[in-house]
């Protein structure tokens, strides 16, 4: 089982829809939960992080998290053409030394 | 946000050479950096954590000979590929956590190597 696993994707979604991105991992003990954005050809850049059960809102963007599932989501609402990118779920845990632990990444097309 | 930095940006080499990379927290001390590296259409995968005043942690399968790592200072950590071959033709991405204690990591903006 991989550590961190994503919905597949690619996800298309009109302008204007949300899109809802999903993440699940296996280290119970996980405690820092990351969603970055990654153009192409570009370096991964940090757009929320969440520590605690529940949601986080920032801007057009909603982290969610459920521990007890395992889970971590990302919602992107009003998404624009300037949204389409690969979207990392990262993962960081006491047990791994504090590394970051990535998933596959989602492709994001919003079509205008 | 925090800014890092890498140098260069991108870089071609004949098969054989060695390349230096350069990874530079601008704004900040860093005694912990990290390298990874990504190829086409795949995630990303930690090579090693570098480690200001000590040696690299080298994640498994990673060739600590190949792949030299010396975090010179708090804000500098390099990454030598040595003795390159197209294999090693990659994206490679080096970040570092901000602030002590803490584990939001701030990638750097990557360096392209094509060995040839």
């Known amino acids: 089982q991989k550590e961190v696993e994503q919905n597949s994707g690619p996800l298309s979604v009109p302008e204007g829809a949300i899109a809802s991105l999903n993440c699940t991992y296996s280290d119970r003990g996980s405690q820092s939960f990351f969603w970055y954005r990654q153009y192409s050809g570009k370096s991964p850049e940090l757009i929320m992080f969440i520590y605690s059960n529940g949601d986080k809102e920032d801007g057009r963007f909603t982290a969610q998290l459920n521990k007890a599932s395992q889970y971590v989501s990302l919602l992107i609402r009003d998404s624009q053409p300037s949204d389409s990118a690969t979207y990392l779920c990262?993962?960081?845990?006491?047990?791994?030394?504090?590394?970051?632990?990535f998933g596959a990444g989602t492709t994001v097309t919003v079509r205008a | 946000g925090a800014v890092v930095s890498q140098h260069p940006s991108w870089v071609i080499c004949k098969s054989g050479t060695s390349v230096k990379i350069e990874c530079r927290s601008l704004d900040f001390q860093a005694t912990t950096m990290f390298w990874y590296r990504q190829f086409p259409k795949q995630s990303l995968m930690l090579m090693a954590t570098?480690?200001?005043?000590?040696?690299?942690?080298?994640e498994q399968g990673v060739e600590k000979d190949k792949f030299l790592i010396n975090h010179a200072s708090l804000t500098l950590s390099t990454l030598t590929v040595t003795s390159a071959h197209p294999e090693d033709s990659s994206f490679y991405i080096c970040?570092?956590?901000?602030?002590?204690?803490?584990?939001?990591?701030?990638f750097g903006p990557g360096t392209r190597l094509t060995v040839l």
């Open positions: 990262a993962v960081n845990s006491r047990s791994n030394d504090y590394k970051l632990s």
């Open positions: 970040s570092a956590p901000v602030g002590v204690g803490t584990d939001t990591q701030y």
């Open positions: 570098s480690n200001e005043g000590s040696k690299a942690t080298y």
